[in-house]
């Protein structure tokens, strides 16, 4: 089992006492993805509200679009964190995301508006790859699944807040604009907080990096043909690249029609949106660390397959008994095997086997990811306009199932040897 040791026994103070620029990493990612999450509630009602659009695949479009730009750039941007100071490709991602708000408001048609969400894109392209290493980078081998529990537990907490954002602050004020201006004030925030411990961030990864022996700077061809030359590891990596692209696909299709099932089969309106999904971001948030701490004792690799058969058997009591009600089983159910898989899933991405090019195995791992979910959406709302309400819900527990037997087979420790990190 490739557990953590030692840092399981730690408390969530004690290990941000350890390892301090967690925090400030912490911190920026709540508030950015905040932002990126706002979205995904705002686009169905909007679209519908202010363009009045009459197809929905238009709602798909906006998301996929975002993830478009952004799946294009990100090896290239994990491939420059390699090479150049990941701080500042963070900072830079931050930066844009400060403006898209505003253009997002004052985009006069759904077309201008999936554009300027394609430019948001090219911003997180160099958001998530940086933050995920420099997670990865500032921490020991053996603290690495903590340390991407406590940023699945920031990505939740940004997730509950960002999706309930939009409906809430509209509900309240009765306009979207409001929405937009706190999007780019998270960015602010956020852009601020990195500027300001960018210094400090970029020494305490190229101390640790040091430490763990892994600093070493060397070509990409170089690193590559050492990763190439173990099957273990680069065996690994392809499950990995398979796993990613099948998982975000099937999830995806779900992104606008779980809000368009929420107002066509539930008729909630988005002030019932956002008390609706906050209170599942509270459960889900409430177990992230527990579960985080669960997949520290199971492993890694047992961690994904467990996630992967969970999220699977939910949906898909949901697509077979066709109630109501089981959209909060699928709800609560994926948001646990969110919180017990995906921490774990980022330490095997990152893993110190191939840290030399930990940027670039990240920006290809995630922008296979990004390739489902460029498709997902879409497909999911074609799912849902011939094939019913419960289609998509269906769709995406027979891709987990996959998923789940694809890990069950191909995901297996790699047995260290000597001199690894």
């Not at 798909?60 to 964190?81: D, Y």
């Not at 990240?362 to 419960?390: D, M, R, S």
Request: charged share 15%; hydrophobic share 55%.
């Amino acid at each position: 089992m490739d557990s953590i040791g030692k840092s399981k026994n730690l408390s969530i103070r004690e290990f941000f006492a350890k390892y301090p620029t967690l925090f400030v990493l912490a911190i920026v990612t709540v508030m950015a993805n905040m932002c990126y999450t706002t979205v995904i509630s705002l686009v169905p009602y909007y679209f519908r509200g202010n363009f009045a659009i009459k197809n929905d695949v238009l709602i798909g479009l906006a998301i996929s679009g975002f993830v478009a730009a952004e799946t294009c750039l990100k090896p290239f941007a994990g491939a420059m964190g390699d090479r150049f100071r990941r701080t500042n490709l963070l900072n830079a991602g931050l930066f844009i995301g400060i403006f898209t708000p505003i253009l997002l408001g004052h985009a006069r048609n759904p077309y201008e508006f999936i554009l300027v969400r394609m430019i948001d894109g090219l911003g997180a392209a160099l958001v998530w790859p940086a933050m995920i290493a420099l997670m990865a980078d500032t921490t020991d081998e053996k603290d690495r699944a903590t340390a991407m529990s406590i940023f699945t537990m920031c990505l939740m907490a940004g997730m509950g807040a960002g999706v309930t954002m939009s409906p809430f602050l509209k509900a309240l004020f009765g306009t979207y604009s409001y929405v937009f201006g706190m999007m780019s004030v998270l960015m602010v925030a956020g852009f601020t907080v990195m500027f300001v411990f960018n210094k400090r961030v970029a020494s305490a990864a190229k101390k640790q990096l040091r430490q763990n022996g892994q600093f070493e700077r060397v070509s990409f061809r170089q690193n590559l043909k050492k990763l190439m030359s173990t099957p273990v590891i680069y065996t690994q990596i392809v499950v990995l690249v398979i796993l990613a692209f099948l998982q975000m696909f099937g999830t995806s299709m779900l992104t606008p029609t779980v809000f368009l099932f929420a107002a066509d089969v539930l008729h909630w309106r988005e002030k019932h949106v956002w008390r609706g999904f906050l209170v599942a971001a509270i459960i889900v948030a409430a177990i992230a660390i527990p579960a985080g701490r669960l997949a520290d004792r199971i492993g890694k690799e047992n961690s994904v397959k467990i996630s992967m058969a969970l999220a699977a058997a939910c949906l898909m009591t949901m697509a077979i008994v066709k109630e109501p009600w089981t959209l909060a089983l699928a709800v609560i159910g994926y948001g646990i095997s969110f919180v017990i898989g995906a921490p774990s899933w980022m330490a095997l991405v990152t893993r110190g086997e191939w840290s030399g090019m930990r940027g670039a195995v990240l920006g290809v791992v995630t922008a296979f990811q990004g390739a489902g979910v460029i498709i997902g959406p879409t497909a999911g709302t074609l799912i849902w306009n011939h094939f019913g309400h419960y289609g998509p819900f269906g769709a995406c527990a027979s891709f987990l199932t996959v998923c789940a037997i694809v890990s069950l087979i191909g995901l297996r420790p790699i047995r260290k040897s000597p001199g690894s990190a």
